[in-house]
């Protein structure tokens, strides 16, 4: 089955300094999505990019879609101490004439002020 | 809106017992899923909705997870007899589809139950 992959699973960096998270998928997607998780709370929605897109910004977040290489990347610009959480991949795929929405394993981002 | 709106918000309950959790999806939306988060396994989908009809129930652990959405505004989700391993966050999530994608469009996330089984 389809799964979401998020590389590194860790990253630290210093304030001011950008972050570029990684995701890798198996099958053929409709759309891609971004998600950001504090630590105890739910995800909020940061960015989708569709399959006919390559690449969309977002304020600081630039995600980039490559289908052929099935894979996306999340770069933060300019990051902040806010920015720790965790980041979550999301795609969709039609299997079987039913979607399937699949989460990546996420990335854990501290940012060091 | 509110958002999504999820109850309880903390669940502690024995080995054996019924648990049933709660989701209210955001006004006017199409879908709503519910997912499970847990350490070991990540965040997984454990069944969602369209249009209060199950699409996709294929992420359901056992015959003791059941999910009934009986109108648009308000979805149970029902572990019954509750184990241990049962322990973790349960999300519920609501969206709308995406005209002329065919698929959910971005997701709301609800706060989350923290279920506990003793």
């Known amino acids: 089955s389809q799964q979401g992959e998020e590389d590194p699973q860790a990253l630290s960096i210093q304030e001011g300094e950008n972050a570029t998270m990684n995701c890798s998928y198996k099958?053929?997607?409709?759309?891609l999505q971004w998600y950001r998780q504090n630590s105890g709370r739910g995800l909020v929605h940061l960015i989708l990019?569709?399959?006919?897109?390559r690449e969309k910004h977002s304020g600081r977040l630039r995600v980039t879609l490559d289908t052929s290489k099935k894979s996306s990347s999340l770069l933060i610009t300019a990051s902040r101490a806010a920015d720790t959480a965790s980041y979550f991949c999301?795609?969709?795929?039609?299997?079987?004439?039913?979607?399937?929405?699949?989460f990546g394993t996420g990335t854990r981002l501290k940012v060091l002020a | 809106d509110a958002g999504v709106i999820q109850s309880p918000r903390h669940e502690v309950t024995e080995m054996g017992q019924e648990v049933t959790l709660r989701c209210k999806p955001i006004?006017?939306?199409?879908?709503l899923f519910w997912y499970r988060q847990t350490m070991m396994r990540g965040l997984e989908l454990l069944i969602y909705?369209?249009?209060?009809?199950?699409?996709?129930d294929s992420g359901m652990p056992e015959d003791r997870f059941s999910a009934k959405m009986p109108n648009a505004s308000f979805s149970t989700l029902k572990i019954q007899p509750s184990e241990p391993r049962d322990s973790a966050v349960y999300f519920c999530?609501?969206?709308?589809?995406?005209?002329?994608?065919?698929?959910?469009?971005?997701?709301?996330f609800g706060p989350g139950t923290r279920l506990t089984v003793l």
């Open positions: 999530a609501s969206s709308l589809r995406i005209q002329g994608w065919g698929s959910a469009d971005t997701q709301y």
């Open positions: 990019i569709r399959s006919n897109e």
């Open positions: 999301a795609t969709d795929a039609l299997t079987s004439g039913t979607y399937k929405y699949i």
């Open positions: 099958t053929s997607i409709n759309n």
């Open positions: 006004s006017g939306h199409d879908y």
């Open positions: 909705f369209n249009n209060n009809v199950p699409i996709d």
